[in-house]
Structures are given as C-alpha cells and as structure tokens.
C-alpha cells in the first residue's frame, strides 16, 4: 500500500532512488560481501586508495558479515555508516556494491540476493570476501599491511563458464 502522496509504482523497493528507501529497506540493499570491511591503505600522495585481504576484527570471513553489526561503532573506531550524505564522499566502496551501483543509477547484478533470493548467492558469484580474508586487524602490524595489498576488491568478479553475460 502506496503511503499518503504516493503513487504505487510496482518496482521493487531496490530500484527507487536511494532517497527514497526506509532504513529497512536501505539495510537489505547490502549484498553481505564484506569488501567494505577489508583494511584498506591511503597513498598520502595520491590519495589512491588501496584495498588489503586484512579484515576488520569484527568481520565474519565465513559470512562476509559484522560479527556485531549493532554495536560495530562503539567496538571499532573507523566503522563507516553508511548513509546516503556518507555515500556521497566514498570512493573507495567497490565497484559491486549495490549502494555505489543504484548512486549511479545503475541496477543490481544479476547475483545479487534481493534478485536470486538466495544469501548465498553473493559467495558463489565470487564477489564476496569468503576465503579470502588472510588475517584480522588485531593479528597485523601497521607497518605489515602492505603485504597484504589485494587487486580484486576494486574488481569486478570474472564470470564463469556457462555463466550468463
């Protein structure tokens, strides 16, 4: 049912724009990946911005999801929340995420789990961070963690053979 002043469209609540979601809906936009809770370095020259397999403390690297997502801000400092005034000022969310991707108008991938049904579906695409998360935030040096400057979080995953285009 259409709230007062609305028209109902009939599109799924992830096509609208961002503006336009409740938090609900904003919360089950997220696809569980878990590449935005990997470390990630800035180039104090550039600025580029590098991502690492190093995982936050409280990333699941099972589930590509926060261990304790409600209470995440009080347990790590640099937690983002993001919102749509913080999503305006990120560039460093993948190229895959489903708020980066509707920001800029673009629909969903085909794998993600509002469209298959199937919270699996981001781990067997190849987009989430299950398998690839080396270590924790706890158990790495500052000064070790350009070792374990990963390429793929920037990425878009390959598609396997038989996969639709």
Not at 101 to 111: H, N, T, V
Request: charged residues 30%; hydrophobic residues 35%.
């Amino acid at each position: 049912m259409a709230r007062s002043g609305e028209k109902e469209t009939g599109e799924p609540f992830w096509m609208k724009p961002l503006g336009e979601l409740t938090r609900a809906q904003w919360e089950k936009l997220c696809d569980g990946c878990g590449r935005c809770c990997l470390v990630k370095l800035e180039d104090e020259d550039s600025g580029e911005i590098y991502h690492t397999s190093v995982g936050c403390d409280l990333l699941d690297g099972d589930t590509g999801r926060c261990r304790d997502y409600a209470g995440r801000q009080s347990k790590v400092s640099d937690c983002v929340r993001l919102t749509m005034k913080a999503l305006a000022g990120i560039s460093w969310l993948p190229p895959t995420c489903a708020y980066r991707l509707r920001a800029e108008g673009k629909p969903l991938p085909d794998w993600h789990p509002l469209l298959t049904g199937d919270p699996a579906s981001v781990h067997a695409a190849g987009v989430s961070v299950r398998g690839r998360v080396a270590a924790h935030e706890e158990e790495v040096e500052t000064d070790d963690l350009p070792n374990f400057i990963v390429l793929w979080p920037k990425r878009w995953p390959r598609r396997k053979k038989g996969q639709a285009a």
